[in-house]
DNA sequence: ATTGACTTTTACGTAAACGTAAACTAAAAT
DNA sequence: ATTTTAGTTTACGTTTACGTAAAAGTCAAT
């Protein structure tokens, strides 16, 4: 396995690392310690980063997204815990279906919009 | 026409009058004033902030609102400002529809989530 | 007319999500 | 060997989007 330093993934992503290092204060991403001290990341904790910056892009909060990325813990063995996570999923996942119909009434509404501003552009063109 | 004051939009949409004023000190909002200063809101002050309320669900910055809303504005009437506008318009709606297509994926990515942790549940009942 | 609910401005407070600077250590490059 | 460059912690600063409180004026009802 290789791992990445803090600034490769910071590039990657074109974040800062101290956003990077703000995220492990907040207990979404744990990199593993050098001897001296130094943090790497690891394939799965890119993949973690991966999906906090698109949980952001959603407007999610960060402790949301923690929630959220708990979900993903394959440590969830017990049948309760497996219940508790299936409901929890269940209901993310609503919220992300309405949020979607959401986005495509405003897409519906700005395009119709776009179809009026179009028509007016036509009618000044036909003048002149 | 008939008029909403502050605090009936405020109970209408479930968020406090602070909000309404501070959307009204950046910009985005603004209502005629009585003789003695109270505001009023017409119908379209409250589709505007049915707007920006939209808009913060999706994670817009009340800053990004701020410039779709001024999609809105009706006064663009000149050639130059009525192009400029689609342009906007256009560059906005791709956003949209890429925020679209990323809330989908993640959908899907839930969706087989939540169907494996199913089946593991289905296995341990087959235990018991 | 007076109580009480509502509104106004001004202004300080706050949580979230970082930015930035200092002071120091380790690693990499010359 | 010694500069650079990259990393660490600690801690204070900043922006956004409001919350909250004070002081004063206004509207609605009894």
Known sequence: ??????????????IST???RYYEERGLISPIRTE?????YTKKDRAVLKLILRGKRFGFSLEEIHEMISLFDNDRTGRKQLEK???YGEQKLKEVTERIED??????????????????????????
Chains 1, 2 share one sequence.
Do not use: C, H, P
């Open 1 to 14: 396995m290789n791992y990445y330093t803090i600034s490769q993934l910071a590039e990657q992503f074109d």
């Open 18 to 20: 101290r956003t990077i």
């Open 36 to 40: 001296s001290g130094q943090r790497l």
């Open 85 to 87: 996570t299936i409901a």
């Open 103 to 128: 986005l495509m009434q405003l897409k519906q509404e700005m395009e119709s919009i776009l179809a009026d501003f179009r028509e007016r552009l036509q009618k000044l063109e036909g003048i002149e």
